[in-house]
């Protein structure tokens, strides 16, 4: 059988904060080939799937000797002859060869490495590109691009408390455009902050690295960045929010040292509906702590008509949670990363269970990234409507704007951008309603 894995190795690579991470290759029986490089978070919940990491002097701890081990051994040996095209057998194989509900036995690097390589090899074995593999005829969607203009939190030293300021122009009409837009509004933007004395450089993602005086601070110079390249704020370009709250919670307060605040559930959600009022806000993502399902369940409930409420740290990409929260209430879109999962098929019953719910889906990177493109090949294959990488800067980030580019280009007269379409219904609505 042409699709039968014949081969598996790992071998150790580099990541774009210049951190060891694995790259798996599988060769199959008709001589196909498929390679993938495993993402890594800074910003991670306490639910997700866990790398495995070497520890001791070595690389400060962050060596993967023992996930490249974990590929070319037990992983090697437990999918050699399996077929290919059967990812879903593949990734129940992987599960079960590692056998803990976090992967820390073989790690998440070394199973999500694996688990694309062979969904790259399958797709090449059909002589397809990756997203018209995972399409299999049907029309899917370009997706609506996340754009980070200014990093912070865990990515940026903490310069500032909130972790990503993005835009989103959902009334683009393709992506090509949405880039454009968003170069504009990532140059005005810098050239702004450094007009004013306030650019400290570049955060892990790519954002501009500003000094602030205080949150809402950077949320005032974004619109007047949207501003000044020349479009307006809350019709062509709305702004997104990664509060990434868990990174603030010392299991007592969210503590912004920022705004010299130390605020309780009720008061942080408070605060982050005070921004949504005052400001182009179309999205905002982990508003509150991982455990706080009180209050995420009450933001949702305040925001969730007119906000896109994303879950991250909360969900971690998994079916089962996701099922849960939104049993509770609780959230209107679900993050989804790979890596979070640990394999592919995880990854997208994550994604099924929040679309059957009619949540929208954001497939996202992770603040350790690499020349890869599976995301965008997934965003686009999976139909999932939105895609969230980063910043417009850095070329680990840019790879995979620009092949969305060549996705779009290769759709031709099929091409559609998802736009204000992939966002919850009502908040869909809104932003027809109020733009362009």
């Not at 999932?384 to 840019?398: I, P």
């Amino acid at each position: 059988m042409k699709t039968s894995i014949v081969s598996l190795k790992a071998r150790q690579i580099w990541d774009s904060r210049g951190r060891p991470t694995v790259e798996a290759e599988v060769r199959l029986a008709g001589g196909a080939t498929g390679r993938a490089i495993a993402p890594a978070g800074a910003s991670r919940g306490a639910h997700e799937a866990v790398d495995l990491r070497d520890g001791g002097p070595r690389f400060g701890g962050m060596g993967v000797d023992g996930a490249v081990a974990a590929v070319n051994g037990a992983l090697a040996r437990a999918l050699e002859g399996r077929d290919a095209a059967d990812q879903a057998g593949v990734d129940t194989a992987i599960v079960t060869t590692d056998g803990t509900a976090n992967k820390a036995r073989l790690g998440a690097n070394a199973t999500v490495a694996t688990s694309m390589a062979v969904l790259h090899a399958a797709a090449a074995a059909a002589g397809e590109p990756l997203w018209r593999h995972l399409a299999g005829g049907r029309d899917v969607r370009l997706p609506l691009p996340e754009i980070q203009i200014f990093g912070g939190g865990a990515h940026a030293g903490r310069r500032t408390d909130i972790q990503d300021f993005m835009v989103m122009a959902p009334h683009a009409g393709s992506v090509r455009r949405a880039l454009e837009i968003t170069a504009d509004v990532y140059r005005a933007a810098g050239e702004m902050m450094a007009g004013r004395g306030r650019l400290a450089g570049t955060a892990d993602e790519g954002g501009w690295w500003p000094s602030f005086d205080s949150n809402e601070e950077a949320l005032v110079a974004l619109t007047e960045a949207i501003e000044r390249a020349g479009y307006r704020p809350g019709r062509e370009v709305w702004i997104s929010l990664d509060v990434a709250a868990n990174e603030l919670f010392d299991g007592s307060a969210y503590r912004l040292p920022l705004d010299k605040a130390a605020l309780d559930s009720a008061a942080m959600v408070e605060r982050v509906v005070g921004w949504s009022e005052r400001y182009a806000i179309a999205s905002i993502e982990d508003p509150v702590s991982q455990d706080d399902l009180t209050g995420m369940a009450d933001a949702t409930r305040r925001l969730g008509r007119r906000v896109q409420m994303i879950g991250d740290d909360i969900l971690v990409t998994s079916a089962g949670r996701i099922r849960r929260i939104a049993a509770a209430g609780a959230c209107n879109a679900a993050l989804i990363k790979v890596n979070q999962a640990g394999t592919v098929s995880e990854a997208k019953g994550a994604l099924d269970a929040a679309q059957d719910l009619g949540w929208a889906a954001i497939v996202s990177a992770r603040s350790g990234e690499s020349e890869d493109l599976t995301i965008a090949h997934l965003a686009t294959g999976w139909d999932a409507g939105q895609l969230k990488v980063g910043s417009f800067a850095r070329s680990e980030r840019m790879a995979k704007w620009n092949e969305l580019l060549r996705i779009e280009e290769a759709m031709g007269e099929r091409a559609h951008f998802a736009g204000a379409d992939a966002l919850p219904a009502s908040v869909a609505a809104r932003i027809r309603s109020e733009g362009p």
